[in-house]
């Protein structure tokens, strides 16, 4: 089954029910158990998963997934670019999957977390854009990251994610 598909309702399988294990299983991206190493609780580690799976569009070069793992409505603050929803996401990354991003992925980690409510949670993280034939960050690339990261009938989401460069 395609990413695409398991992804079908509206993003992955990202339940809220389920261990983070069992959700990146369900959406085909490995779990890496260091990435969530400073935030041990069941719940900060289900959030987590949506790092991971973004991270696991960008490994696959996979737009649709990517997009997936937003709201709907969801905003991504990307370079100079502000798009507004979950289609101006996809068309955004698929351009770029298809151009300068081909072969490309993001590493990075999480460094905060705060919830604001039960169904939301503010994630910081750090890495960035690892290109095709490289096998790390380079510093001209490193970011930090804001995920506003929400729960909806039951499912953890992506509403918004803001990237600034570390060096600029």
């Known amino acids: 089954m395609s990413r695409e598909t398991t992804a079908r309702n509206g993003g992955p399988s990202v339940s809220g029910r389920g261990s983070a294990a069992t ?10 158990p260091e990435y969530h190493r400073d935030f041990p609780s069941d719940l900060e ?17 996979d737009a649709d997934f990517f997009a997936s793992v937003f709201t709907p409505d ?18 955004f990354m698929a ?27 503010l994630v910081v993280t750090q890495g960035g854009i690892v290109l095709a034939g490289e096998d790390s960050v380079a510093p001209e690339r490193e970011i930090r990251a804001v995920w506003v990261v929400v729960r909806r009938s039951g499912r953890w989401h992506l509403m918004s994610h803001q990237s600034s460069p570390i060096r600029g």
Not at 23 to 32: C, K, N, P, R, Y
Not at 45 to 52: D, G, I, K, N, Y
Not at 106 to 118: I, Q, T
């Open 95 to 121: 351009a770029g999957f298809d151009g300068a991003l081909r072969g490309a992925h993001v590493s990075g980690w999480p460094l905060a977390m705060r919830f604001l409510d039960p169904d939301t949670a």
């Open 45 to 61: 580690r289900e959030v987590l998963t949506v790092p991971q799976l973004i991270q696991g569009a960008w490994l696959a070069n």
């Open 23 to 32: 959700i990146l299983a369900e959406a085909g991206v490995e779990e890496d």
């Open 74 to 91: 969801g905003s991504l603050l990307i370079q100079d670019e502000e798009l507004a929803d979950r289609e101006e996401i996809r068309a």
